[in-house]
T-cell receptor
């Protein structure tokens, strides 16, 4: 069974540009989570989508946004990029039932903002 | 406030020595607990989890963790480490659905870098 996939693996942008990151969940999983792993800040929750709707949002500015498509894949968009947005962005998926389910992570997209 | 604390940022050990990676959390309600491992330049892999039942949980590669409700801890242990265990280990907590603001997402500790030396 294929795991969570993310694309691209690496992304280089300049300040002010927009970045789009993509995630495909494990087949049968309806929930997708996005996390940011920045140097020195650890893993921080960004967004949670389930059944096409945003369910929860972490403490990030509105220029971080996303969506979930009918096939449950997801996009994370970061507008007006800043240098401190440089980080590893991890996507995770899980079945959405009782809330006890394990989140399975993809390999991540490493974003570098110059 | 909801928080997860990993007390050691780095733990160097020699091969075949025992190791304990500590994790404490702050919560007034029952939580779900996880340990993830991250090898260099990779994503997170689930190591083990505690949802309910027996307080001692084991992984397939020799790690175990014990849930201690009174001390709000979930320490990870291995009796004999290998070079291949060198990685960063993250403790994570998930609160029950509809509890506070942490609905569904994981709260992670800062991570502990385990370095196994020959």
């Amino acid at each position: 069974e294929a795991g969570v996939t993310q694309s691209p693996t690496h992304l280089i942008k300049t300040r002010g540009q927009q970045a789009t990151l993509r995630c495909s969940p494990i087949s049968g999983h309806t929930s997708v989570y996005w996390y940011q792993q920045a140097l020195g800040l650890g893993l921080q929750f960004l967004l949670w989508y389930d059944e096409g709707e945003e369910r929860n949002r972490g403490n990030f500015p509105p220029r971080f946004s996303g969506r979930q498509f009918p096939n449950y894949s997801s996009e994370l968009n970061v507008n007006a990029l800043e240098l401190e947005d440089s980080a590893l962005y991890l996507c995770a998926s899980s079945p959405m039932t009782s809330g006890m389910e394990t989140q399975y992570f993809g390999p991540g997209t490493r974003l570098l903002v110059l | 406030a909801q928080s997860v604390t990993q007390l050691d940022s780095q733990v160097p050990v020699f091969e075949e020595a025992p190791v304990e990676l500590r994790c404490n959390y702050s919560s007034s309600v029952s939580v779900y607990l996880f340990w993830y491992v991250q090898y260099p330049n990779q994503g997170l892999q689930l190591l083990l989890k505690y949802l309910s039942g027996s307080t001692l949980v084991e992984s397939i590669n020799g790690f175990e963790a014990e849930f201690n409700k009174s001390q709000t801890s979930f320490h990870l242990r291995k009796p004999s480490v290998h070079i291949s265990d060198t990685a960063e280990y993250f403790c994570a907590v998930r609160w029950p659905m509809n509890y506070g603001g942490s609905q569904g997402n994981l709260i992670f500790g800062k991570g502990t870098k385990l370095s196994v030396k020959p």
